[in-house]
């Protein structure tokens, strides 16, 4: 099983609001990603979280705060986002050993902000 | 950042036909990976290499490890609508962090019926 799944699958948003993302995995994976990916691009690296301690931060804005409660689960929380900030929202996980490469992406969260 | 040079940009080919694209790097990679993305999914892992010279098949997809360890090719034979979709290859910089992939900037394959 290589499944990770994201929730929700679309979501719209005014530039005031808060909102989360969420992700999960049960492959035992030990690190898990967070991307940015506009159309036609590929993705974009924001956050690695490593045995559950945020390890890479690509220089993301504060209006995007990332939480791992546990080893399974991955969270982007949202707040005052632009509407620049439209975009697929891609979760990632991967082993952490020889292999750690093979990222396995979810489905994606399509986010709109108005 | 690093960057992969991936070709062709674009392809529209015939159903039944083979597809090949590459990707090249300036610099020596200990991965390559490639993954296949439909519109509004995510990327999907097709094959992955770890070792220079390795070719590797899944399926109707065949896809090797530069021997210089900085290229990648990616073949489909006999293509079917399905394959329709945008291909990325990615790869670790043997310079770069354990979880820093880089991407290629995809080959939209198109496949007329």
């Known amino acids: 099983d290589t499944e990770v799944t994201q929730t929700p699958k679309h979501l719209v948003m005014g530039m005031t609001n808060k909102k989360s993302l969420k992700c999960e995995q049960h492959?035992?994976?030990?690190?898990m990603y967070w991307y940015k990916q506009k159309a036609k691009k590929p993705p974009e690296l924001m956050f690695v979280?490593?045995?559950?301690?945020?390890?890479i931060n690509e220089s993301v804005p504060s209006r995007f705060s990332p939480e791992c409660p546990n080893s399974s689960l991955l969270n982007l929380h949202l707040h005052a986002l632009q509407p620049e900030d439209s975009a697929l929202y891609l979760c990632?996980?991967?082993?952490?050993?020889?292999?750690?490469?093979?990222?396995?992406f979810g489905p994606g969260t399509r986010l709109l902000v108005l | 950042g690093q960057q992969l040079n991936q070709s062709p940009q674009s392809m529209f080919i015939q159903e039944g036909e083979d597809v090949s694209m590459n990707c090249t790097s300036s610099?020596?990679?200990?991965?390559w990976l490639w993954y296949k993305q439909d519109p509004g999914e995510g990327p999907v892992l097709l094959i992955a290499l770890y070792k220079a010279g390795e070719l590797t098949s899944n399926g109707r997809l065949t896809a090797q490890f530069g021997i210089t360890r900085k290229d990648s090719f990616l073949n489909i034979s006999a293509s079917i609508p399905s394959d329709v979709g945008i291909y990325f290859c990615a790869g670790r910089d043997s310079g770069a962090g354990s979880y820093q992939l880089t991407f290629g900037k995809g080959t939209k394959l198109s496949v007329i019926p």
């Open positions: 610099s020596i990679f200990n991965t």
């Open positions: 492959m035992g994976h030990r690190a």
């Open positions: 990632a996980s991967s082993q952490e050993d020889r292999g750690s490469e093979t990222q396995y």
């Open positions: 979280y490593s045995y559950e301690k945020l390890s």
